[in-house]
Nanobody, 121 residues
Framework: QVQLVESGGGLVQPGGSLRLSCAAS????????MGWYRQAPGKERELVAT???????NYADSVKGRFTISRDNAKNTIYLQMNSLLSEDTAVYYC???????????????WGQGTQVTVSS
């Protein structure tokens, strides 16, 4: 019912920048919060940043001041601008959206397939 398509991952040197995008499509009536999570090898998935439909944002302490999340409600799309990347930012980054779709009476969480970000020299 809802597809989240991520793009923008890749290989970057320490100190470099990347911009991730996530576009939601499908039988969408409304989207509440959207966000980015990441999972490094051998670790649990963790929150990176979230943004509400009213543009309130929340960041993990480890990315504050380096990452910026933004949202285009007209396009059902969020972005993650990642600057000053560190090797510990290496992970698969997943998009998440809390969505109300046709045929349902409540918001449900959906996940993208993930995009790999590798920070290495």
């Amino acid at each position: 019912q809802v597809q989240l398509v991520e793009s923008g991952g890749g290989l970057v040197q320490p100190g470099g920048s990347l911009r991730l995008s996530c576009a939601a499509s499908g039988s969408i009536l409304d989207i509440n919060a959207m966000g980015w999570y990441r999972q490094a090898p051998g670790k649990e998935r963790e929150l990176v940043a979230t943004v509400t439909s009213g543009d309130s944002t929340n960041y993990a302490d480890s990315v504050k001041g380096r990452f910026t999340i933004s949202r285009d409600n007209a396009k059902n799309t969020i972005y993650l601008q990642m600057n000053s990347l560190l090797s510990e930012d290496t992970a698969v980054y997943y998009c998440n959206a809390n969505v109300w779709t046709t045929g349902t009476t409540r918001y449900l969480d959906y996940w993208g397939q993930g995009t790999q970000v590798t920070v290495s020299s």
